[in-house]
């Protein structure tokens, strides 16, 4: 659809569409175009809930069906790479929002088990369609890979990898999703494993998946662990921890860490440090996550550890999330007997905006090595 078919959807050129239009092709975005990354718009309020209502209006609209994209993973990249998200009115909701978390602490004990209730508790039929064999809900590394099966595995052995793991070895696995890393480790590298999670559904099936291993599976707040190990990792949970609760974070990794101990952090990374939080994600996918920035892991992790590697490796998480809804639409006639028509559009949003973040880089993807400072320095893997 071409901009001169604007009369054939009936949109009035009024001031929210000159508005609209201006920011959007500053972007290289069309409404009405063509090409996969324009936009279609077929209700005239768009325009107006989104310049009021910004990134929650945005996704909202999508969901209620107000607007279409080809390319929902272009449009947003477009819309990143050029900072549209930075030109938008912030909303009342938003600001009381950001002074909330400043003020409070959301993710504290009580609320901390939101996210797995709301989100990791969606259901194991989703997930293990749309994610891989080892159900990791985190990025891949695709550095000679060309199946998200074969990437996926490839990151949790570079894990192991930089973990230096050893046969005998006690790992400690902090959110430990749905298994598949405590039980790679195990089998492959024969250590001893504890891992906790957040989410009844995810222990239900780790412990399932690591049965006859050495592994045990606890539902349980990370604040509560107190026992020594070789070793630690983190995959994909630290984006729940909250800035409040940063250097309880690093304290608990600390006190459970053996001096001679290695701990790797795998987290998606903000460039600003900020109360890094989209009003939308916060709303309908991941209730009081907070990206942490260079300077927050820096900040906290200094009193505790030597900064042994830092590694982004961001870009991979583009091709992981677009996997992911390659995956999620092949499923869609099996999920749809459960979902309805409103969620699909609400994944759909999520995994695309997800990706065009990353591909624009606007967020990142760190694995961070730590030690107390091993002698002789550590190698690591790549």
């Not at 009405?32 to 945005?58: A, H, M, T, Y």
């Not at 996210?115 to 891949?140: I, R, T, W």
Request: proline content about 3%; some cysteine.
């Amino acid at each position: 659809m071409s901009t001169s078919c604007i009369e054939e959807v009936n949109l009035k050129e009024d001031h929210w569409f000159r508005i609209s239009r201006e920011l959007l092709e500053s972007a290289d975005i069309q409404i009405n175009g063509s090409r996969p990354g324009d936009i279609s718009v077929v209700n005239q309020q768009f325009f107006k809930r989104v310049l009021q209502e910004g990134s929650l209006g945005l996704g909202e609209s999508y969901m209620d069906g107000w607007w279409e994209c080809d390319r929902l993973d272009i449009f947003f990249t477009k819309v990143l790479r050029h900072k549209l998200d930075q030109q938008l009115p912030h909303h009342f909701k938003d600001t009381l929002r950001i002074a909330t978390a400043r003020l409070t602490n959301l993710q504290s004990r009580k609320r901390a088990w939101i996210v797995g209730k709301e989100h990791y508790d969606l259901g194991n039929d989703l997930f293990s369609l749309m994610l891989d064999p080892y159900m990791q809900y985190s990025c891949a590394y695709w550095n000679t890979a060309t199946t998200l099966e074969a990437a996926q595995e490839a990151k949790l052995d570079l894990i192991c990898q930089k973990l230096q793991l050893k046969p005998g070895m006690t790992l400690l696995d902090i959110g430990c999703g749905w298994g598949g890393l405590s039980e790679y480790a195990a089998k492959h590298y024969q250590v001893k494993v504890k891992g906790v999670t957040i989410s009844a559904e995810q222990q239900k099936m780790a412990q399932e998946r690591c049965a006859g291993l050495d592994v045990e599976i606890l539902l349980q707040d990370y604040r509560d662990l107190n026992q020594q190990f070789d070793r630690i990792v983190s995959v994909g949970m630290f984006e729940h921890v909250g800035p409040k609760n940063y250097a309880t974070y690093f304290d608990v990794a600390a006190r459970n860490l053996k001096p001679e101990g290695i701990f790797v952090l795998h987290t998606i990374g903000s460039n600003q440090t900020d109360l890094n939080v989209d009003p939308w994600i916060d709303k309908y996918i991941f209730p009081n996550g907070c990206l942490p920035s260079v300077k927050h892991i820096a900040e906290f992790s200094e009193p505790h550890f030597v900064m042994e590697d830092w590694h982004n490796f961001g870009t991979d998480y583009d091709k992981t999330l677009m996997a992911w809804y390659e995956r999620f639409l092949a499923a869609w006639p099996e999920l749809s007997e459960r979902y309805d028509t409103r969620f699909k559009r609400m994944f759909t949003y999520y995994l695309n905006a997800c990706a065009g973040a990353f591909r624009s880089r606007d967020i990142q993807l760190w694995q961070v090595v730590f030690s107390r400072g091993i002698d002789g320095g550590l190698r690591v893997a790549r």
